[in-house]
């Protein structure tokens, strides 16, 4: 099995975790799902997700639902908990052999120890997903599931792999992708004689959702898995979209909020929009939005200045939770140029999503675009306190 594919990952969301010490991830912790009951296929938080949105989606705009657009504050998607597995007795047909991204020839024997490493969490709640979450011996610090509160973490100053703190855990497999490094750190676990496996680089698009579900579970011999988990994660985030455009159509008249994805680190010089290529375009669009960013022909980054975003003008910013907060919250969001000028500044609008669910698209996408919808449509619910 060949994992190879030419792929890039925006550069600004690798080069701005790797420094300054700025965690990627928010300060909340969702409740558990059941943390690891498996359960019916059907039988997943994401129902509950469904059921904490607005009932009166589909009926015209005056029968109750926010006027978004004018709406005024801070909200915050909630994070989600553990991913329910599709089976919790699983037997993986090993060995598995693959010739992985960076064109290795990787032999898989052993999936007792496993260490999946990404920015976003997503190869860990996949692997929890196909019903292997106990293997799980180390994580990075996006990895927020609640089941893995205990399992040490083997990344520092963001997400710059601490070699040795691997080898210590005496891994049988790691799993990783570009999104993360520094290469010497892969090197050295490598040439300690561990397996590692690189998969392909993330690409910020739902339509990758089945098929990097069905790659990692080829890597650890759970094939069958896969498909079934591939299966429901797709299933769901297609039934989300079509929630969230009966949501988004209720709203405003139907008229699509303009929304920016700003990304900033610190009261410094970090501070972007986000374009398409960072999978902004594909957030926004499916919570019934318009990408101003795509709109004026962004496609990776610009500088966040006071002249891009009074030409943007954006009714919604989009940010992450941890990034916000890094700013020093609205009011220090405000004082950057250009900011308090905006629609969105002058309704102090923000919509704040956790850091690894924000522009994440692994088996609980469909939960997570749940979570920001709600915070968008019904950001009473989503206030401040719940951030924390």
Same mark, same amino acid.
């Given at each position: 099995?060949?994992?190879?594919?030419?792929?890039?990952?925006?550069?600004?969301?690798?080069?701005?975790?790797?420094?300054?010490?700025?965690?990627?991830?928010?300060?909340?912790?969702?409740?558990?799902?059941?943390?690891?009951?498996?359960?019916?296929?059907?039988?997943?938080?994401?129902?509950?997700?469904?059921?904490?949105?607005?009932?009166?989606?589909?009926?015209?705009?005056?029968?109750?639902?926010?006027?978004?657009?004018?709406?005024?504050?801070?909200?915050?998607?909630?994070?989600?908990?553990?991913?329910?597995?599709?089976?919790?007795?699983?037997?993986?047909?090993?060995?598995?052999?693959?010739?992985?991204?960076?064109?290795?020839?990787?032999?898989?024997?052993?999936?007792?120890?496993?260490?999946?490493?990404?920015?976003?969490?997503?190869?860990?709640?996949?692997?929890?997903?196909?019903?292997?979450?106990?293997?799980?011996?180390?994580?990075?610090?996006?990895?927020?599931?609640?089941?893995?509160?205990?399992?040490?973490?083997?990344?520092?100053?963001?997400?710059?792999?601490?070699?040795?703190?691997?080898?210590?855990?005496?891994?049988?497999?790691?799993?990783?992708?570009?999104?993360?490094?520094?290469?010497?750190?892969?090197?050295?676990?490598? &040439?300690?004689? /561990?397996? +590692?496996? %690189?998969?392909?680089?993330? *690409?910020? =698009?739902? $339509?990758?959702? !089945?098929?990097?579900?069905?790659?990692?579970?080829?890597?650890?011999?759970?094939?069958?898995?896969?498909?079934?988990?591939?299966?429901?994660?797709?299933?769901?985030?297609?039934?989300?979209?079509?929630?969230?455009?009966?949501?988004?159509?209720?709203?405003?008249?139907?008229?699509?909020?303009?929304?920016?994805?700003?990304?900033?680190?610190?009261?410094?010089?970090?501070?972007?929009?986000?374009?398409?290529?960072?999978?902004?375009?594909?957030?926004?669009?499916?919570?019934?939005?318009?990408?101003?960013?795509?709109?004026?022909?962004?496609?990776?980054?610009?500088?966040?200045?006071?002249?891009?975003?009074?030409?943007? &003008?954006?009714? /919604?910013? +989009?940010? %992450?939770?941890?990034?916000? *907060?890094? =700013?020093? $919250?609205?009011? !220090?969001?405000?004082?950057?140029?250009?900011?308090?000028?905006?629609?969105?500044?002058?309704?102090?609008?923000?919509?704040?999503?956790?850091?690894?669910?924000?522009?994440?698209?692994?088996?609980?996408?469909?939960?997570?675009?749940?979570?920001?919808?709600?915070?968008?449509?019904?950001?009473?619910?989503?206030?401040?306190?719940?951030?924390?």
């Amino acid at each position: 099995m060949s994992l190879r594919r030419s792929r890039t990952i925006p550069s600004l969301l690798l080069a701005a975790a790797l420094v300054g010490g700025g965690s990627l991830t928010a300060c909340g912790v969702g409740a558990s799902n059941g943390s690891g009951s498996a359960g019916d296929a059907d039988e997943t938080s994401f129902d509950a997700a469904m059921d904490d949105l607005p009932a009166d989606t589909g009926l015209p705009a005056d029968t109750g639902l926010p006027a978004a657009a004018s709406t005024k504050g801070v909200s915050y998607a909630p994070y989600v908990g553990d991913v329910s597995p599709v089976s919790d007795d699983v037997s993986p047909s090993l060995p598995t052999s693959v010739t992985d991204a960076d064109g290795r020839d990787v032999t898989v024997d052993s999936v007792d120890r496993i260490v999946p490493l990404d920015i976003s969490g997503e190869l860990s709640r996949t692997v929890a997903g196909l019903g292997l979450r106990d293997n799980i011996v180390g994580r990075s610090v996006s990895s927020m599931e609640p089941s893995l509160k205990d399992v040490p973490v083997v990344t520092q100053g963001g997400h710059s792999i601490n070699a040795e703190a691997v080898l210590n855990l005496h891994p049988t497999l790691v799993l990783l992708n570009h999104s993360i490094g520094p290469d010497d750190a892969v090197d050295q676990i490598r &040439n300690a004689g /561990v397996p +590692v496996v %690189m998969l392909e680089d993330p *690409e910020f =698009t739902d $339509g990758k959702i !089945g098929e990097d579900i069905r790659t990692t579970a080829g890597v650890l011999g759970l094939a069958d898995e896969g498909e079934k988990l591939a299966s429901r994660a797709t299933d769901e985030y297609d039934r989300a979209k079509d929630k969230v455009s009966e949501l988004a159509g209720a709203a405003d008249g139907g008229k699509p909020l303009r929304m920016a994805f700003l990304y900033a680190r610190g009261d410094g010089g970090v501070f972007y929009i986000l374009g398409p290529d960072s999978g902004t375009a594909t957030l926004i669009e499916s919570l019934g939005g318009t990408d101003v960013a795509k709109e004026n022909g962004i496609t990776d980054m610009t500088p966040a200045n006071a002249e891009a975003l009074a030409k943007m &003008n954006p009714d /919604v910013l +989009v940010m %992450m939770s941890g990034g916000l *907060e890094s =700013t020093g $919250g609205i009011d !220090g969001l405000l004082s950057k140029p250009g900011v308090a000028q905006t629609t969105a500044g002058q309704h102090r609008r923000i919509l704040a999503i956790p850091d690894s669910q924000a522009l994440s698209f692994g088996p609980q996408s469909g939960e997570m675009l749940l979570g920001a919808a709600a915070a968008l449509y019904a950001p009473d619910d989503h206030r401040e306190a719940t951030a924390s």
